[in-house]
């Protein structure tokens, strides 16, 4: 499960690399037009997302959590193993699929000590996702999958990463994207705050 994750100011330097570099064989232009603040992305805040748009793939600013079915429930996950069958996220998943960058994300262990995942020797970490059309704006979900090796000892649960040459695939190519859906991610660091604290 993802419930906080971390960007900064090289964030857009990096996506608009590594799409070019994804980009061989489509010729999709990437808008990038924001500074993005350093800080730590909560849900139901706006954070910037990787989006199809008529000239290609833009970066744009989203709320993060669908709104819940009772009063202040803000659904900020959704499971791989059953996006295609929930109505909340069916939609999404069919027509509206996203990329979320990030630097790293955060996850709590049972002892509630906070751990950083992150990719060694990568500034940024594509996590997919969805979003919807709402009253107040649109707003994303982020896609989790059951923990491969580097998580499982924290968490059952972790976001569904992407590739750098999975990005384009992702958000233009249903089938690819429904294929997807089963992967495995990639292994991540780790670094906790409290091994951190103890060598200090």
């Known amino acids: 499960m993802c419930s906080r994750y971390y960007i900064d100011g090289e964030i857009v330097r990096e996506i608009e690399k590594s799409i070019q570099l994804t980009d061989e064989n489509i010729r999709k232009r990437i808008s990038v037009n924001f500074n ?34 009772q009063e202040k429930q803000v659904i900020f996950n959704a499971r791989c193993e059953s996006v295609l069958e929930k109505r909340t996220f069916k939609e ?24 950083i995942f992150y990719r060694k020797g990568k500034s940024v ?3 997919a996702g969805i979003y919807n059309f709402y009253e107040d704006g649109d707003c994303f979900t982020i896609l989790t999958t059951q923990a491969n090796a580097s998580m499982k000892p924290i968490h059952d649960r972790m976001p569904l990463t992407l590739e750098e040459n999975e990005i384009i695939p ?31």
Not at 101 to 113: D, H, I, L, M
Not at 184 to 192: G, H, I, N, S
Request: hydrophobic share 40%.
């Open 36 to 69: 993005v603040q350093t800080k730590d992305i909560h849900p139901t805040e706006i954070a910037p997302v990787l989006t199809a748009s008529d000239s290609g793939i833009e970066c744009s600013m989203k709320r993060w959590g669908f709104p819940g079915f």
């Open 92 to 115: 999404g998943i069919e027509y509206r699929r996203i990329v979320i960058p990030a630097a790293w994300f955060y996850e709590w262990n049972r002892s509630k000590e906070k751990n």
């Open 125 to 127: 970490l594509f996590m």
């Open 170 to 200: 992702w958000i233009f190519d249903r089938q690819k994207a429904i294929e997807f859906l089963q992967k495995v991610p990639c292994l991540l660091d780790r670094k906790a705050e409290y091994e951190q604290m103890s060598l200090l």
